[in-house]
């Protein structure tokens, strides 16, 4: 089992920024791929950036390219996400994931992300 703590969120105007943080614990050496989530009210959940652990490998949902960036700390098994420019469309909880992947799957975009954590809000005001 693997166990993720998400921390960072907060209320912000727009044009500021935020770093998200995603603490791993437990079995971390079976998951190779991870990635940041978010979901805002009435809205389906969307992947916003992803990473292969392995090789440090990054993708990012077109929209949130240039503006958010996704980074890893093996060595303390955090996960982040720098958010800038926020704007208020960016408003939403934002998870972090995990699963068990190869690169393969990491490329073609089927990875199943079995560990969730709880979440943090971001809230972005005009």
């Known amino acids: 089992q693997v166990q993720l703590v998400e921390s960072g969120g907060g209320s912000v105007q727009a044009g500021e920024s935020l770093t998200l943080s995603c603490a791993a614990s437990g079995s971390t050496d079976s998951i190779s791929c991870m990635a940041w989530f978010r979901q805002a009210p009435g809205k389906e959940r969307e992947g916003v950036a992803f990473i292969y652990s392995p090789l440090g490998r990054t993708y990012y949902a077109d929209s949130k390219k240039g503006r958010f960036t996704i980074s890893q700390d093996t060595t303390k098994n955090t996960l982040s996400l720098l958010l800038n420019t926020l704007e208020p469309e960016d408003t939403a909880m934002y998870y972090c994931?995990?699963?068990?992947?190869?690169?393969?799957?990491?490329?073609?975009?089927?990875?199943?992300?079995?560990?969730w954590g709880q979440g943090t809000q971001v809230t972005v005001s005009s």
């Open positions: 994931a995990a699963g068990p992947c190869d690169y393969n799957t990491y490329v073609l975009g089927r990875v199943e992300y079995k560990y």
